[in-house]
């Protein structure tokens, strides 16, 4: 890998605020090798009030060929896309950005590919169960739309901002009728639970959902990555359901987003 590092080196950017976090600069980073390109991911930490000079700085650097987006930036890197994909274009958000031939960015949002192709690696079917999602911002805008595309028989949407909750809701109502607000976080009648909000990275978080109503039969997926075992998918695994964490999402989308900047998607 750093035998290749030169001026010739393709330069793409993890970009978020916190970003100690994420996984991607390693795991891309090796995707690129194994592919042959002379390409390394770096993490870059952009406090949110500066996102916009640096957005605009990269814009210019004529070696930056995309960007990984996380935290709080997806919807701001769907507003700089010349391009989109479908999903990205219906949720206003992005994770993944790459140059477009005329030098403007093109956008994708592959959380959702990533929770999903967890929850099929952990050996349950979506097909005709009832989804609970809690946080409709970037990545779980992303998961929404890909628990329904991939079978889900309904989607209940919980976010403490019920204006950013309701206008998920209207986004994924253009394509599917049975999705409704949430007014709570209670498990309970429900098969999947997704944890699309930041609660379990700080020691002091509350949990999500009220683990006590777990059952057996559920699935319960979580995006957080820091820690590697989250405390909701702690209690999940401890009642029996089966689980996946954030680090599994980010394993089951890294070959995705890889080759989706190299434009091999």
């Known amino acids: 890998m750093l035998e290749r590092l030169s001026g010739d080196t393709r330069l793409y950017f993890t970009v978020g605020y916190p970003i100690a976090q994420v996984k991607s600069p390693g795991g891309i980073t090796r995707g690129f090798e194994a592919r042959g390109a002379n390409a390394v991911v770096v ?42 994909s479908e999903r990205a274009r219906l949720l206003g958000a992005a994770n993944v950005l790459r140059r477009n031939p005329s030098g403007r960015w093109h956008g994708d949002m592959t959380d959702g590919i990533g929770f999903c192709n967890a929850v099929q690696a952990a050996g349950f079917d979506l097909t005709g ?24 028989d309904s989607l209940a949407v919980f976010d403490l901002d019920e204006g950013r909750r309701d206008e998920l809701i209207a986004k994924l109502k253009t394509g599917y009728s049975a999705v409704t607000a949430a007014s709570t976080t209670d498990p ?13 990275m700080r020691p002091d978080d509350a949990l ?6 777990l059952t057996t039969a559920m699935h319960v997926g979580d995006v957080v990555t820091a820690p590697e075992v989250p405390p ?25 987003i890889t080759d989706f900047l190299l434009g091999r998607d």
Do not use: W
């Not at 098969?191 to 699309?196: G, K, P, S």
């Not at 999500?208 to 109503?213: Q, S, Y």
């Open 208 to 213: 999500p959902v009220d683990v006590g109503r």
């Open 43 to 84: 993490p870059i930490q952009i406090p949110p009030g500066e996102i916009d000079a640096f957005l605009a700085v990269v814009a210019r650097a004529d070696n930056v060929d995309g960007m990984v987006v996380t935290v709080p930036y997806k919807f701001k890197a769907r507003s700089i896309c010349d391009t989109v």
């Open 232 to 256: 909701l998918i702690e209690a999940a695994r401890r009642i029996g359901c089966s689980n996946h964490t954030g680090t599994q999402m980010y394993e089951c989308q890294v070959d995705v």
């Open 129 to 152: 169960k009832r989804a609970l999602l809690v946080g409709a911002g970037g990545a779980g805008s992303a998961i929404g739309l890909s628990l329904l595309d991939n079978g889900a």
């Open 188 to 200: 309970t009648g429900f098969d999947l639970i997704a944890n699309a909000s930041p609660s379990g």
